[in-house]
């Protein structure tokens, strides 16, 4: 039997013939998903690194990571027992540590759900669900369900990288809508998640030419 990504990649080079030159010059999809994290961890790391250039976001939560030496991943109650303003040292905004703080409090009360009851939800109920939080907004979920959850079809239309990767591919004068993205998005289900890895790589390969 085929592996998924396998079907997915089979059928984006069906749809459009730049998307396939696209992953004839990336290569093999590289999408990895952790599988073995909570979507509490997954959802920490989203807020984190929201707004930020990689590298920038890897310093941050690196030194975010080092104010708890003895666990692999802060505990909900381990931030909660954190200054706040010691958080800040690390490089978040106030409103990022806010967020985060505000994660940790409904992992607590249940509100966030663990890998297993997530499963029982669909994409959008988890959406629903999950941007009742504060500071937590659809892009942040949808981080989750691709990263954490590997869901399969899953277009952040309002992602900037993604919207870039496919002017650049496309050639366009200017980013697509997201009205327009979800549009064009339609023919890649249900291998969207796949679709939004390329369009990233898009962005990093075709920008330098």
């Given amino acids: 039997m085929a592996e998924p990504v396998d079907l997915a990649i089979a059928h984006l080079v ?9 992953i004839a010059e990336v290569g093999p999809c590289g999408l990895k998903p952790k599988t073995e994290r909570e979507p509490y961890e997954g959802l920490v790391r989203s807020i984190a690194y929201q707004q930020l250039h990689a590298h920038a976001a890897e310093a941050i939560f690196g030194r975010f990571l080092a104010l708890y030496p003895n666990e692999t991943f802060p ?3 381990s931030i909660l027992a954190t200054d706040a303003q010691e958080m800040r040292t690390c490089g978040f905004s106030a409103a990022k540590v806010a967020t985060i703080r505000g994660i940790a409090e409904k992992m607590l009360d249940g ?14 109920e ?16 949808q981080m989750l369900l691709i990263f954490t959850l590997e869901r399969p079809d899953i277009l952040p239309i309002d992602d900037f990288g ?3 990767g496919w002017r650049l591919l496309k050639s366009l004068p200017n980013k697509p809508t997201p009205k327009e993205l979800a549009r064009i998005g339609e023919a890649w289900s249900p291998y969207r998640s796949t679709a939004t890895w390329y369009l990233w790589r898009a962005t990093e390969l ?3 030419r």
Wanted: net charge neutral; charged share 25%.
């Fill in 14 to 22: 069906t749809c459009d013939a730049d998307f396939a030159r696209l």
């Fill in 75 to 77: 505990s909900p109650a």
């Fill in 111 to 124: 509100t966030v759900p663990t890998r297993s009851a997530a499963t029982m939800l669909t994409d959008e």
């Fill in 126 to 141: 988890l959406i629903e669900h999950l941007t009742s939080l504060r500071g937590v907004g659809r892009w942040t979920v």
């Fill in 162 to 164: 993604v919207r870039e």
């Fill in 206 to 208: 075709l920008r330098v």
